[in-house]
Structures are given as structure tokens and as C-alpha cells.
């Protein structure tokens, strides 16, 4: 792991990495993206970023996505648009969404394994922006490679990736220990053992990782 | 109206009031009553309460209280307490949660109405006080009487008013309204037309006040 500067200077000990739980149909996990890794590097943290699916963990909770619900989806697009705003974030809402993100997580999983995290959170990046900004559609298998050879990936090895029980075992795990350890939405976090559930947590987060706990629960 | 010292200063015409939902039972709403009528006023703006039955726009939407989920409610429990302590405020889970709130919100609706606004607002706060950082179940007319007494109201007439059709037509009139303004949760604001949902909407809400729409949609 990376030592930071402040940790170092301090003299305190490393303290553990941030879990950073996503899915890439998620607008406000593509919005948290965007911010968490240079709020984790102002307090000496670093970012473990895990791709799950965000349907078995509301399944798992019994939950519904927010745009299932008739009433609801009107302002969760709304909300989605303005929230992207207020975070200073481009935003175009896909005229495909929600979309089924099990290929992009595999393949996430598979270059994180195979050529490590940064390579991994790269194509996260990447991708969540592809989504959200560009409306590239990332359950189209077409679109998928289109966007990795622009990212300088091997697609073919990519989509071998993708359809090898391999990589599916691998994100069907990463899912159980997500639902197992509470997760169930994305955004989430998980912070010293403390959960945050949702791109408007950031100023908690914030407020956490400068000066710990604030809640005597 | 109140007209506000900046809409005078600025010569600006005067803005519309802040539309406030609110439901006695819900911890969000306990918060976000702390700070709404600070953050009005800072930008000159008034605020009109409006308690509703979170049950009904539940219903309306298809939703289910965040606690009605095995998984989510130990991260509910969690982030109340958290959510309050952030905005500095005490806070202590009521044992007796949720609880039904049309006695009160009929209280609110009759003192808003024979009494005028600022009554009715007076006893909202205390009201949501008392449950959420003294467990005084405003459910239980035995306490909700209590509490009207100690605030100096008249409790047999209070009573009285919470049995009374007209107060039961009236809440239900201010439900129903809600319902088709498309408010789906509690607390949910209303702001020149835009709709936020969530005590964790106040930085989106304070950027609005202070320079307007952020958002193309």
C-alpha cells in the first residue's frame, strides 16, 4: 500500500484502505467516482474500489432501483442530472438505463487480478464516464470492446474474460461478501468497519476521515 | 408574507415560500426542521410547513419505510443518530419506532388554522424534539397531552380536534395534495418548482437559494 505523506509525517500508523462498492449503472456511483479517490489522498487514505451488482445486493435487501417506482423516477432523474451539477460533473442521462453491468464487472475483476487495481480502477473510471457522459452502453458487447480498444485493452482477451466461469465465479463472490459485510446499495462505503451508504454521504465521509467518530452508536 | 430584509435590500420581487413535508415519525425530517427556516431566511425566503403521513405517500409510490428492511434497517438505525450528530444535534432512537402520527399532524393543522402558522410550527419542533431526543410517543394521547400542556396548549381541545372529522378531512385534503405535487417522502422540499428529497439535499437546497437552477433538465 501506498504510505502518505501525512500518515508518514504524522508518525501514526497506516490506517486501513476505504472499500469503495460500485456499479456501473449507477448514477450516483459514477458521481462518487469522481471524488472519493482525492478525498481518501487528503487524509492519508487509499481506495480499494470493488465493482458488484447492484441487483443482488437489492435483492438480497429486498429493495427496488429507484427508477422502478413510477413516482420516483421522475425525480431520480432529476436528481441524477442536478446532483452530477452540483458535484461539477458532466452529465447526460443514457436513453439505456438501467442496463445489466455483469460483462463490465468481470472485466474489471479480471484486469485487477491479472494486471492490478490501478489498471482495474482506470477502466472503471473510463467506463462509468463512457455511461454517463457519452451514453456508450456497456452491456452491448460491440460498445464494451469499442470502449476498451480506445482505452489501449486487449478487447478479445477482455471478452474472453468476460465469459469465462473464471471471472463470473469471481464477481459472484465479490457479491456474497458485499451483501454478507451489509451492503446494500451503491454507493457504499465502508470506512473503519463504518458504513455509508450514498454519493451524498460525502460531507460524513469527510467529516470521518478527518477526525474519526462522531456518533456514539 | 414576511418580507425579508435581502428581497428589500436587493428590490428583487419577493420570492415564493419553501415548501416543507414533514412527518412527526421521521428522524430525516426531525434534522432538517433544525436548520430549514435558518437556511430560508439567510437567502430571504419563508418557509411553509406541511405535515404529512409519510404512510400515504409510502403508499402512493409503492415505497417501503427504510427500517422495513431486515438488512437496512441496522444501517438506518445507524445513520439517524449519525445524520443528527453532523448537523449537531442530540438525537435518541425512540424505542417505540415508527409510530402513527395523525393525532399530531391533525394537532398541527388545527393550530395552523385557528391559531395561525407559527403556532402550528412552534409545536411541530417541539413535537419532533420531544420524540426523537426524549422518546415522548406522540402517538400515545396520554403523552401527546402531556406535551401540549407542557407547551402551554390547551389539551382537551386538542384532543377534541385530533377526533374531529374536519381535522381528519383537512389532513387528509394536505395529504392527498402532496401526493399529487409528487412528494413521495418526508422530509421532501419544495423550491421555486424543484423538488428534494432528503435532509441530505441542505447543500444542494442552500446552492439553489443562493443562485438558482444548476441543472439543464
Known sequence: ???????????????????????FSSPYAYIASEWIDAV????????Q????????????????PPVAH???RDYALRDFERSAHFAGLPYRQPETFPIPTQN???VFWWLHDTQGASQAVGFARAGLRAYFTRGVVLSDP?????????????ADAAEQAWQDQTWKQRLRGVNEAAVAAGVFGAPFFMIDGEPFWGNDRQPQIERWLARGPFTRL
Open 1 to 23: 500500500m501506498h504510505e502518505s505523506p501525512f500518515a508518514a509525517r504524522s508518525g501514526s500508523p497506516a490506517r486501513p484502505p476505504i472499500q469503495f462498492y460500485f456499479d
Open 40 to 47: 481518501a489522498a487528503r487524509h492519508g487514505r487509499t481506495v
Open 49 to 64: 474500489w470493488q465493482a458488484i451488482l447492484l441487483g443482488v445486493t437489492f435483492q438480497a435487501a429486498e429493495l427496488k
Open 70 to 72: 413510477p413516482i420516483k
Open 104 to 106: 463490465a464487472a468481470r
Open 142 to 154: 460491440a460498445q464494451l470492446r469499442a470502449l476498451l480498444a480506445e482505452l489501449g485493452l486487449d
